[in-house]
């Protein structure tokens, strides 16, 4: 069964850090490009950072570059989002996307809350 899971989400306090993981099973990740989403309430899902599937270059929305580190550990089939210096307009359910030609998952989701 194709699965994309995130985790790490949590509630933080602005300028702290978290780490988001995407962990896929019944796919290799490698040959997808991977994507971070977000989606805060009563807003659009929007794009927050990719890495591509060839050459491991990376983009970045410019709300969070700078901020924001996207990875891959291929011997976990894992993708990672490391989010430091999180402010309070950061709180969104992040979701994970792989996308290969016309194959295109989603994880669930995790719930990040950035708040004092």
């Known amino acids: 069964q194709l699965k994309l899971v995130e985790s790490g989400g949590g509630l933080v306090q602005p300028g702290g850090s978290l780490r988001l993981s995407c962990a896929a099973s019944?796919?290799?990740?490698?040959?997808?490009?991977i994507g971070w989403f977000r989606q805060a309430p009563g807003k659009e899902r929007e794009g927050v950072s990719c890495?591509?599937?060839?050459?491991?270059?990376?983009y970045y929305a410019d709300s969070v570059k700078g901020r924001f580190t996207i990875s891959r550990d291929k011997t976990k089939n894992t993708v990672y989002l490391q989010m430091n210096n999180l402010k309070p307009e950061d709180t969104a359910v992040y979701y994970c996307?792989?996308?290969?030609?016309?194959?295109?998952?989603w994880g669930q989701g995790t719930q990040v809350t950035v708040s004092s």
């Open positions: 019944g796919l290799t990740l490698d040959s997808y490009v």
């Open positions: 996307n792989a996308n290969y030609g016309k194959n295109n998952y």
């Open positions: 890495i591509s599937s060839s050459d491991g270059s990376s």
